[in-house]
């Protein structure tokens, strides 16, 4: 089967936060992982052949630009015990239009796993994938509260975009 490895160096994390007093945005550029899985003569994936995706995100990655933050985070986070956040993709189906998937995944962060339901695109282009979507999560789900000081209030809700650039290994 035809491996997928990601390049960390053309992929990316963003998360957006919604805080009350602005927003603020956090990016990591350490992903790392692999994704099997045959592809058609269009370049799109055969589903109905054995497929799979395990994706890693160290937590130290994840650099908002504001020490103060980031140290905060991974308390939160405690990342010495909970040191990476993990997706294995579990179900993929073809959505109406070319490219477009919706994917169901285990993501585990901070010792909790739980299943998310994402919509993607995908293509292939001679031997790169390319893979970019959205999904909001709430980290609560994770065991996880937000900070909140004073006035300052973040949600729970964060916005992720992955953008995944992954090269066929020979």
Known sequence: MPKFRVNTNQSSVKVGLRINLHPSHIDANALTGVIECEIDDQGQPRLDQPYSADLVLPVEAIK?????????????????RYPTINARVTKGEALEGEGHYRAVAQLTM???????????????????????????????DFGIDPPRLIILKVEPDVDLTVHIVAELQT
Request: net charge negative; glycine share 14%.
């Open 110 to 140: 901070h010792g909790q796993t739980r299943e998310i339901t994402g919509d993607l695109t995908l293509h292939v282009d001679g031997t790169t994938m390319t893979i970019d979507g959205q999904q909001v999560i709430n980290v609560k």
């Open 64 to 80: 908002s630009g504001n020490g103060l933050q980031d140290r905060e985070m991974r308390r939160r986070f405690d990342v010495g």
